[in-house]
């Protein structure tokens, strides 16, 4: 018997599921009363009470078999820990930058990097930064510039490369304010404000020669690295042939440095590091560390941490991997697409983010329409996102008010932990909401904090 090789159009979770989590289902008169307790704000929900819970896919996902080997053999030494070498070693493999310094997570990092190289009147451009990065550049005084091309800014736009950076602007703004005056150009992949979409190797390219023209280090916040470089496999001319672990190596070749939180593409539950090559300002950085995090061989991460990311590193450039992950974040929006649902295209690589302000054109961005359908969400099907608009990045540092460029909600996937039936469930519970928009009303803040207010504000809905 001959059989002809049979070419599947399907692509299939490439792992398989050896333990699993139950979840607990409410009634929506239950989560109406959670919501309330809560100030109307998801953040202040308890987990258990979250049917679906795509608040965020950092340090959510689900760690393998080898991570799980990895930690039980680890070396929890104060000083000298075998851990950190097997982490320095996975991270100067795909990054190539001299000196390793971890930390507790990312937001650590770049405490740790802004506090040593950022002042008052400083003006730090990104593509676009996101919460904890521009609140660790304000608190050091400095100016969080955003950058980000036109189409960047535009939800509906199909350019593949949404989250490049615009040069004429960048270039713009260091005639502005002077090269003495930018401690650092930074660049976001990918670019999680902006709707999860990926910036170009060209783009990486131009970016790095316009700051070695000038003498200014770059950086790269390299969060979600490994699905930047899928996308740039999958999207850019000249690299279909090229492995994900070679397009990253060449991205971070372009840079001098990055920060990491390694609770995204590091596919761990917890763990960060900042990487770079100066040896002055890794000095400087690690004498921070001590005072901040610990000791510069941990530096905040147990070494079963540092275990687990040092594996998951790799784990997260792997193609099959990264191929079912971005499939699974288009098939639900192209359910999304087709039930009208408004949303930014092309899809990211992490997460969906819904279009509220086309959405809900009723509701004023100062009275935070992606917040309103974000809880819709949550009313209806237990389902938590989060918003990335005008409650997370609306309050200027002088206190005024200001609309955020975009009003979204960000549904993102924990890595490997949904299955597709978790996926149909949630499109059905976004297009319930999307049909009864007219009846969402908007919320207004009644107590908060004066930086990254959306983490604890209690709200309350209008009329």
């Known amino acids: 018997m001959e059989l002809k090789e049979f070419q599947s159009d399907t692509i299939i979770e490439p792992f398989r599921i050896r333990s699993v989590e139950p979840i607990r289902f409410t009634e929506m008169a239950e989560r109406k009363e959670l919501l309330a307790r809560a100030g109307y704000n998801p953040f202040l929900l308890r987990a258990d009470d979250v ?14 078999s080898q991570q799980w080997s990895g930690m039980i053999s680890s070396d929890e030494s104060y000083a000298g820990s075998s851990s950190f070498y097997r982490l320095e070693s996975a991270v100067h493999d795909i990054t190539g930058f001299e000196h390793l310094i971890p930390t507790h997570q990312g ?9 040593t190289i950022a002042s008052e009147g400083d003006v730090i451009p990104s593509n676009t930064h996101f919460d904890t990065t521009r609140a660790h550049v304000e608190h050091a005084g400095a100016e969080a510039r955003d950058l980000v091309i036109e189409e960047g800014k535009k939800p509906r736009s ?55 023209d000038h003498g200014i280090p770059f950086f790269i916040d390299a969060c979600r690295f490994a699905e930047n470089a899928w996308f740039i496999k999958s999207r850019e001319e000249g690299f279909a042939d090229k492995s994900p672990i070679d397009i990253a190596r060449q991205m971070f070749n372009y840079a001098e440095g990055c920060t990491m939180s390694a609770k995204k593409d590091g596919m761990a539950n917890i763990g960060g590091f900042l990487a770079l090559n100066s040896d002055e300002l890794a000095s400087e950085c690690r004498n921070l560390e001590i005072l901040t995090e610990g000791f510069p061989t941990y530096g905040g991460m147990a070494g079963y941490d ?42 990211g690589g992490h997460a969906v983010y819904i279009d509220a302000k086309e959405m809900l054109p009723h509701i004023d961005s100062l009275e935070y329409p992606a917040w309103s359908f974000n809880n819709a969400l949550y009313l ?8 990335i608009g005008s409650v997370m990045f609306g309050k200027q540092p002088d206190g005024s008010e200001k609309p955020a460029a975009m009003e979204l909600v960000r549904l993102a996937f924990p890595r490997r932990v949904y299955t597709q039936s978790h996926v149909d469930y949630l499109a059905e519970v976004i297009i319930a909401a999307y049909q009864q928009r007219d009846q969402l009303t908007g919320y207004e803040i009644v107590e908060g904090p004066e930086v990254l207010r959306h983490f604890s504000a209690r709200l309350q809905p209008l009329g």
Do not use: W
């Not at 049917?51 to 393998?64: N, P, V």
């Open 51 to 64: 049917l679906i819970d795509l608040l965020t896919d950092s340090g959510t996902g689900a760690m393998s």
């Open 380 to 387: 209806l099907g237990g389902v938590r996102g989060v918003e």
């Open 158 to 212: 199909q350019h593949p490369f949404k989250g490049n950076m615009d040069l004429e602007k960048l270039k713009a703004t260091i005639r502005e304010v002077g090269v003495e005056n930018i401690p650092v150009i930074m660049i976001t992949v990918t670019n999680n404000s902006g709707g999860g979409q990926p910036v170009s190797m060209e783009n990486i390219r131009a970016v790095s020669e316009i700051a070695r």
């Open 306 to 347: 540092m275990e687990a990311v040092a594996t998951g590193l790799y784990e997260a450039l792997d193609e099959d991997y990264l191929r079912y992950r971005v499939r699974s974040i288009a098939y639900l929006g192209d359910k999304l697409m087709e039930a009208g649902v408004p949303i930014v295209q092309p899809t």
């Open 107 to 115: 937001r650590a990092a770049e405490n740790v990097l802004f506090t």
